[in-house]
């Protein structure tokens, strides 16, 4: 099982900085930056979405910046296979749009205009509802093998 972060950093208009990605997973949908834990040498969701942020837009943060809000796994997600993926917030405001990084370009989008973006089928029915929303942090349990129908097994919150 692949082990990953997805970083929720928003502006001081509450808009989320979201990534038109270039590769896979996911290409060329809006989601949030993040990127894979590297198990070799041990690293902490908080410390990946630390190197994460300073690599993919340039933020420089400490991992004390970073607060857990869910828990995704996903079982055979299309290119990605098996992942779990620690969905971490930054609490500090950002408002400087980072530059075009490798992975993509990033943009600053509102949450009532989430809709009307391209986002990955995952984060549009079982992920922001619960950031926008959920003040507690929570565990879903996806089984993406019929992608793109997905079933719910698990939805914990704590």
């Known amino acids: 099982m692949k082990l990953a972060t997805l970083l929720y950093i928003r502006n001081s208009k509450g808009e989320y900085l979201l990534m038109e990605r270039r590769r896979d997973p996911n290409k060329g949908l809006m989601s949030p930056p993040g990127g894979k834990l590297d198990t070799e040498k041990a690293e902490s969701p908080t410390a990946c979405a630390v190197r994460e942020a300073y690599e993919e837009c340039r933020i420089r943060s400490c991992e004390k910046d970073w607060h857990l809000r869910g828990i995704i796994t ?25 530059p075009e990084c490798d992975e993509g370009a990033f943009s600053f989008i509102h949450p009532y205009n989430l ?24 565990i879903d349990s996806l089984d993406c ?3 793109p129908e997905i079933k719910n097994i698990l939805t914990e919150i704590f």
Request: cysteine-free; charged content about 25%; hydrophobic content about 40%.
């Open 74 to 98: 996903e079982k055979n997600f299309p290119e990605a296979g098996n992942i779990m993926i620690f969905l971490m917030e930054y609490i500090k405001l950002i408002n400087d749009l980072p």
């Open 115 to 138: 809709p009307e973006h391209n986002i990955p089928l995952t984060d549009k029915f079982f992920i922001w509802d619960k950031i926008l929303n959920e003040e507690k942090i929570f």
């Open 145 to 147: 093998s019929g992608y």
